[in-house]
């Protein structure tokens, strides 16, 4: 930026370049800046012309940088006792670190209906099957499987969404009912139109693997989210 704007300056008036008064003790400041004067005066067009090139070079370099975090390595703490520590949470509740994906269907109600469960059924099939980053999910599903299977005396041809939404709103009620037990605030709204969806996988040991799996996710939204609904993805560290 100082080289081209002082040959800029060269080509336009030469009043540009007056300055007041200098005293007669200058510092390395002042001798700094007559000798770029001097310089862009005797030499603007070898000047002009390094410039572009570094420039043009710069641009191609920026745009093969990949950054890359090692997040084990930028932590005080021993990078063994972060990865001992994240092998247990992955074992214990499926990792350390929590991705939430919320579904909007913009309507109160919404995930009351079964058709719409469905979809954030399949997107958690989906994001276990093809995302290897993600190892359990916990949704707003699960809870009315279980309850649907528990209310036909466990049998296991009932762990699946009820086939209407009043035999969903009477699951629902019976878990609202149980509210601080059954954890049923943390996948879903108070009018049922947003639900949570929460995948817990692995610390990664790199910025780019959580990249990668955000970009598989992403894919999976694309396939099965319908346009009628809106998905937004945020993370945080347990």
């Known amino acids: 930026t100082f080289t081209l704007l002082l ?20 510092g390395a400041y002042h001798r700094m800046i007559e000798g770029c004067r001097q310089l ?8 002009l012309f390094v410039s572009v090139c570094a420039l043009v070079i710069s641009i191609s370099g920026i745009t093969r940088i990949s950054a890359n975090q090692q997040i084990f390595q930028i932590l005080k703490t021993d990078p063994y006792q972060l990865e001992t520590a994240n092998e247990f949470t992955q074992n214990g ?7 939430y994906v919320i579904l909007d269907a913009g309507e109160p109600g919404a995930f009351y209906e079964p058709k719409n469960l469905q979809v954030v059924e399949r997107l958690a099939e989906r994001s276990l099957e093809e995302v290897p980053e993600i190892k359990k999910i916990i949704t707003l599903v699960d809870l009315i499987k279980y309850t649907h299977q528990a209310l036909h005396e466990n049998d296991p041809s009932f762990y699946r969404i009820p086939d209407t939404r009043a035999e969903v709103e009477n699951i629902v009620f019976l878990l609202e009912s149980e509210r601080s037990k059954t ?5 879903v709204n108070l009018d049922f139109s947003q639900v949570r969806i929460r995948a817990f996988s692995p610390v990664a040991a790199d910025s780019q693997t959580t990249m990668a799996a955000y970009a598989k996710e992403e894919k999976l939204f694309k396939e099965i989210v319908p346009p009628t609904m809106k998905v937004h993805m945020t993370s945080r560290p347990m």
């Open 7 to 26: 040959i800029l300056l060269n080509y336009g008036p030469k009043s540009a370049f007056l300055t007041p008064e200098l005293p007669k003790r200058r």
């Open 40 to 47: 862009t005066e005797k030499y603007p067009r070898v000047i």
């Open 93 to 99: 509740v499926g990792g350390g670190a929590e991705s």
């Open 183 to 187: 954890n049923i605030a943390s996948l």
